[in-house]
């Protein structure tokens, strides 16, 4: 990843968190020279500093991870961005451009068996149903729909070896350009402008 000095986040914890928020990531594989990417649930394991995922068993990145060495891979997560107008700017010959937040996981992928692919599953659907007042588990689906679950996918687990966090929010800016940036964003009403317009805020208290 292209990662000027002022854009690394050197900061583990908060781009954990940004994972954790956004888990729906990109996974990046690469075999005989082909590039395949697919959008995957990932589940990361803060002890273990472990990122497990699943997919269908038809996906072709299965046959890229399932080998006897475990493959390097790429997953991708974005956090909060949003375009931005040269209008909002108190300087004048500007161009527009796009503040946003990204990190990138590498790691190697290996393949796990149906138990480590049930935990899996157990613990992604505990982290996302941690945030109803009536959880749904696991453990209220029928031996047999689980059964034909676990036949049509496939749970992987990747070692991180990597972590990069690249966050642009206008840092190359003056502060009444920044300023200026934050209002535009929150004329606009969208959840993704006032997602930008709050980061960029806290950098300048």
Same mark, same amino acid.
């Given at each position: 990843m292209y990662l000027p000095q002022q854009y690394n986040i050197q900061d583990i914890e908060k781009a954990i968190t940004l994972i954790e928020e956004n888990s729906f $990531? %990109? /996974?990046?594989?690469i075999h005989d020279g082909n590039l395949c990417s697919n959008k995957v649930p990932f589940f990361y394991h803060k002890k273990e500093n472990v990122l497990y995922g699943h997919f269908g068993k038809t996906n072709p990145? /299965?046959?890229?991870?399932?080998?006897? =060495?475990p493959?390097?891979?790429l997953a991708i997560f974005?956090?909060?961005?949003?375009?931005? @107008?040269?209008?909002?700017?108190? @300087?004048?010959?500007?161009?527009?451009?796009?503040?946003?937040?990204?990190?990138?996981? #590498? $790691? /190697?992928?290996?393949?796990?068996?149906?138990? $480590? /692919?049930?935990?899996?599953? &157990?613990?992604l659907t505990a982290f996302h149903e941690s945030k109803f007042d009536?959880?749904?588990?696991?453990?209220?689906?029928?031996?047999?729909k689980l059964q034909h679950m676990l036949n049509m996918i496939a749970g992987f687990k990747i070692d991180i070896t990597e972590i990069k966090f690249k966050?642009?929010?206008?840092? &190359? #800016?003056? =502060?009444? %350009? #920044?300023l200026g940036v934050i209002k535009g964003l929150r004329r606009q009403g969208s959840q993704g402008a006032e997602n930008v317009a709050g980061i960029m805020n806290q950098k300048i208290k």
């Open positions: $990531g %990109d /996974l990046v594989t990145q /299965l046959a890229q991870i399932q080998q006897d =060495e493959k390097e891979v974005t956090g909060a961005h949003a375009y931005i @107008s040269p209008q909002w700017y108190e @300087s004048e010959n500007v161009v527009p451009t796009w503040n946003f937040q990204t990190v990138q996981v #590498r $790691g /190697l992928a290996k393949t796990v068996d149906d138990n $480590g /692919l049930i935990k899996i599953l &157990n613990n009536t959880p749904w588990s696991m453990d209220k689906v029928n031996p047999d966050e642009k929010m206008s840092q &190359n #800016r003056n =502060e009444k %350009d #920044r």
